[in-house]
C-alpha cells in the first residue's frame, strides 16, 4: 500500500505542541511558579524505565523549545534505537521553570511513540523469518495519526493507508451499500485512478473467488482461523500470483499467533493493534540536585 511520510515540520507540528501546551498549563503552572524562583536554571535527563524502541525525541525536544528557546536539547540516541531499561535518553539544560512545565507533555509524546514503536518492534520481530511484513491501521488516536504511523516505522513496521485518499480499500460495508464484491470492484475501476491499487476484504471463499475473478489487485482475507486462511492464500496463489495478500482482523499481537498467521504465505499483516492498544513506554525526566542562578 502506498505510504505517506511527512515531513519533519508538518510531522513535529508546532500547533499541535501548542495545544497540548495549553491543556496542561491552563492559565499557568501554579505550582512552578510557587516553587521555583525566576531565573534559576538546571540540567535534566530523561531516563527509561523500561527495555525497547525510541521514537519521538525530536518532538520531546520541540515541545521543551515552544516555552523557551534557549533551552539547550541533546539527544543521545536516535528514533529507531533501542535501549535498555536505566538509559539515559536526551540530556537538557535551561530555565528550570521551562523544563518543568514541559515535562508532562514531553513525556507523554515520548512515552506514547515509543509505546507503539516497541509494540511494533516486536510484532516484526515475531515473523522475522516470513515474508510477511507488519502493517498499521486508521486505527489512529485523532489528531495524532501522522505521528503514530512515524512510530510504527521507527519499531519497522509499514504504513498501510494514511487516509481515505491513499487507495481504494473495499471493505464489507462498501461490499453490501454496492451490492456485491463485482459490482464494487467495477465501480472502483471505472471511477478511480489508474495508479491507486484496489483492494477488497473477503470474508469467505465466494468473495475471494469474486474479488481474483474482478482484477483486485490486493485481497484483505478478514478473521479467518489459520487453516482457512492457509486454504485461501494458497488458492489465490495458483489462480493469480500476481495479487498481493493480507491478513486482518483478531489476530492481535502475541508473537505465536502472528508467527503461524505469517508461516501461512500472506504478504501483509495488518494490525489495529498497533497504535489503538500499546502500552505507554515508561520513562522519566530527572533533575540535577544542584540548581543556579536564583533571584531571590
Known amino acids: 500500500m502506498p505510504e505517506r511520510v511527512a515531513a519533519f515540520d508538518t510531522l513535529f507540528d508546532l500547533d499541535l505542541i501548542r495545544q497540548a501546551l495549553a491543556e496542561d498549563i491552563g492559565r499557568s503552572d501554579v505550582t512552578t511558579e510557587a516553587t521555583i524562583p525566576a531565573g534559576v536554571q538546571a540540567t535534566a535527563r ?6 525497547g524502541v525510541v521514537a519521538g525525541l525530536p518532538l520531546a525536544q520541540r515541545v521543551f523549545t515552544a516555552l523557551d528557546s534557549n533551552v539547550r536539547f541533546e539527544a543521545l540516541v536516535a528514533d529507531g534505537g533501542i535501549v535498555e531499561a536505566g538509559a539515559t535518553l536526551a540530556q537538557m539544560s535551561g530555565d528550570a521553570r521551562a523544563l518543568l512545565t514541559a515535562e508532562r507533555v514531553a513525556l507523554n509524546f515520548l512515552g506514547r511513540l515509543s509505546g507503539i514503536a516497541t509494540l511494533t518492534a516486536r510484532c516484526v520481530a515475531a515473523v522475522k ?14 489528531g495524532l495519526r501522522a505521528l503514530e504511523k512515524y512510530a510504527v516505522r521507527m519499531g519497522g513496521g509499514r504504513n498501510h493507508r494514511a487516509g481515505l485518499d491513499d487507495g481504494v480499500l473495499i471493505k464489507d460495508n462498501h461490499i453490501a451499500a454496492a451490492g456485491g464484491v463485482r459490482p464494487a470492484i467495477l465501480r472502483a475501476r471505472e471511477h478511480a485512478s489508474h495508479l491507486l491499487r484496489i483492494e477488497v476484504e473477503c470474508e469467505d471463499e465466494q468473495q475471494v473467488s ?7 489487485d490486493v485481497i484483505l482475507l478478514d478473521n479467518m482461523p489459520i487453516e482457512r486462511l492457509r486454504a485461501n492464500v494458497e488458492w489465490i496463489r495458483t489462480h493469480a500470483p500476481r495479487t498481493i495478500i493480507e491478513a486482518s482482523g483478531g489476530i492481535g499481537t502475541d508473537p505465536a ?12 499483516i495488518s494490525l489495529g493493534a498497533l497504535t489503538h492498544s500499546a502500552p505507554n513506554f515508561d520513562m522519566s525526566l530527572e533533575f540535577d540536585p544542584a540548581v543556579k542562578g536564583a533571584k531571590r
Open 210 to 216: 469474486d474479488a481474483v475473478e474482478s482484477g483486485a
Open 257 to 268: 499467533r502472528l508467527a503461524a498467521v505469517a508461516a501461512t504465505g500472506v504478504d501483509l
Open 46 to 51: 530523561i531516563v527509561t524505565r523500561e527495555a
Open 129 to 142: 523469518d516470513t515474508k510477511a511484513q507488519i502493517v498499521d491501521t486508521r486505527k489512529t488516536t485523532p
